[in-house]
């Protein structure tokens, strides 16, 4: 059968079950090809995959300059979620390439994420748990957070969300954005949103060169303060974290996010004091939905 081309698809959750909204890509004459199920596909299977396809609706796999050079036919990446930072954006634009970020789509979905992990580090709801499931009754006290200090490092529209829930928690809000825009919080800078919170909650890309959360940063912090990153691995230096940790000089870490997912024997994943989940911050049935049919919607727009 004659297609007007072929456009691979490669997030996790797509691989795996499937969407009807992608049925429209087959409705408008495409070929919908899929990397291999449930895992994120490797430099070689990307290489092998992209060079008969005109569309790409991509996860959070590393799309590197190596991989556009054998995309000859490419015309758009199409992400179904924000960020695309995981995508060589030069390469792509020497290339003519449309990158379309599904921006929004998985908001909620996120922002609710970062509030179950602040409550999880509050309460230390998971090593309570754990402790129970050994017959062990280990009641360890936890902290209120109504008068407590938020700061937020990234104010778009997951930021916003979790600075609203954090007023309906009664708490003070702070935030740091290079574009600062909203009602509700202090717009503050980087040195007091590390010196004054209790919790810390990241929403941002990584910077072009280094990390956001390094030794500097951390020392800036309080000793009891929780860091929360549901945005990007690159965002903390892993090394840096592990060390405040164990001396005793950061509250706890949460993450959804890892230099390599799976990330196996990675020791923050094991770390006792952080909560780790994995990267199921778009995971569900609302977030999904959005997302892919904003991604089809822009795929069709440009193909």
Not at 153 to 167: D, E
Not at 214 to 241: C, G, P, Y
Request: with cysteine; glycine share 10%; proline share 7%.
């Amino acid at each position: 059968m004659n297609t007007k081309g072929k456009i691979l698809v490669t997030p996790r959750s797509l691989t795996r079950s499937g969407h009807p909204a992608l049925d429209r890509l087959r409705e408008a004459g495409f070929e919908v090809v899929y990397s291999p199920a449930g895992r994120q596909p490797s430099e070689a299977e990307l290489i092998k995959l992209l060079p008969a396809c005109l569309g790409y609706l991509a996860g959070v796999e590393p799309v590197t300059a190596k991989v556009l050079e054998h995309a000859d036919q490419l015309r758009a990446i199409s992400r179904n979620g924000t960020g695309i930072n995981n995508i060589d954006l030069t390469a792509a634009k020497l290339r003519g390439i449309q990158i379309l970020p599904a921006a929004g789509a998985n908001a909620r979905s996120v922002a609710e994420l970062a509030w179950a992990l602040i409550l999880g580090l509050a309460r230390g709801i998971p090593a309570s748990d754990a402790a129970l499931k050994r017959n062990e009754w280990d009641r360890q006290p936890g902290l209120e957070l109504e008068g407590r200090t938020l700061g937020i490092v990234g104010f778009g529209t997951i930021g916003k969300l979790v600075a609203r829930f954090g007023g309906a928690f009664g708490m003070r809000v702070l935030a740091f954005d290079p574009f600062p825009s909203g009602d509700g919080v202090e717009f503050v800078d980087l040195d007091t949103i590390w010196r004054e919170s209790d919790v810390i909650s990241l929403h941002c890309p990584p910077p072009e060169s280094g990390t956001l959360i390094d030794d500097q940063s951390l020392a800036a912090m309080r000793d009891s303060a929780f860091l929360i990153n549901t945005a990007r691995a690159e965002l903390v230096d892993d090394s840096a974290i592990l060390s405040v940790l164990n001396s005793g000089r950061l509250g706890g870490y949460a993450t959804d996010v890892f230099r390599n997912e799976p990330p196996g024997d990675d020791p923050l994943a094991h770390h006792p004091k952080v909560i780790a989940t994995p990267h199921i911050g778009a995971f569900t049935p609302e977030s999904i939905g959005r997302a892919v049919t904003v991604a089809v919607d822009r795929l069709l727009a440009i193909l």
